[in-house]
């Protein structure tokens, strides 16, 4: 069973929880993002497996998951991008924000950058594909009316620039 941390509004940790106890009482909890862009500028974006239980199907930044109990933002990026695109990249920090939508626990999306150039060795459990787009692309396909994870569009909108 999976622990993750239950944090304030200033993201101080309070207590842990289970994650479906987080989901079912509807806790603060933290989940990392990264948004891994080539040395063209483009940014790689995964299409979720049709087997993952929220937003199968939809595009979704390249890296992204829960912060486990006891976790640094950091391990847990770094732990994702391993168990999802096989690979290990260099982050930084871009931002944090508290993201608030009806229906659904509060949380923190700590997000993160990284520059990588080479393929990726998928996780077919979690993830269909990866491929890079140009930011102008992305808006195209957004455009189109494909679906996209929720959390990609907020931080798309907030830091991207992408309507």
């Given at each position: 069973?999976?622990?993750?941390?239950?944090?304030?509004?200033?993201?101080?940790?309070?207590?842990?929880?289970?994650?479906?106890?987080?989901?079912?009482?509807?806790?603060?909890?933290?989940?990392?993002?990264?948004?891994?862009?080539?040395?063209?500028?483009?940014?790689?974006l995964?299409l979720?497996?049709?087997?993952?239980?929220?937003?199968?199907?939809?595009?979704?930044?390249?890296?992204?998951?829960?912060?486990?109990?006891?976790?640094?933002?950091?391990?847990?990026?770094?732990?994702?991008?391993?168990?999802?695109?096989?690979?290990?990249?260099?982050?930084?920090?871009?931002?944090?924000?508290?993201?608030?939508?009806?229906?659904?626990?509060?949380?923190?999306?700590?997000?993160?950058?990284?520059?990588?150039e080479?393929?990726?060795?998928?996780?077919?459990?979690?993830?269909?594909?990866?491929?890079f787009?140009?930011?102008?692309?992305?808006?195209?396909?957004?455009?189109?009316?494909?679906?996209?994870?929720?959390?990609?569009?907020?931080?798309?909108?907030?830091?991207?620039?992408?309507?």
């Amino acid at each position: 069973m999976e622990f993750l941390d239950v944090v304030d509004e200033d993201d101080n940790v309070i207590g842990k929880a289970s994650k479906e106890d987080v989901y079912k009482k509807c806790l603060r909890h933290r989940i990392v993002h990264i948004m891994i862009f080539n040395k063209k500028g483009e940014l790689a974006l995964q299409l979720r497996s049709k087997n993952v239980p929220f937003c199968p199907n939809h595009w979704s930044t390249a890296v992204g998951g829960h912060v486990r109990s006891g976790e640094t933002c950091e391990e847990a990026a770094l732990r994702e991008c391993e168990e999802e695109l096989g690979v290990k990249v260099e982050i930084k920090f871009l931002s944090k924000d508290l993201y608030r939508v009806e229906g659904i626990p509060e949380k923190f999306l700590i997000t993160f950058t990284a520059i990588y150039e080479g393929s990726f060795m998928i996780n077919p459990s979690a993830v269909e594909r990866a491929d890079f787009f140009s930011l102008a692309s992305v808006q195209e396909i957004i455009d189109e009316g494909e679906k996209f994870h929720p959390e990609l569009l907020f931080i798309l909108r907030k830091h991207f620039g992408i309507k």
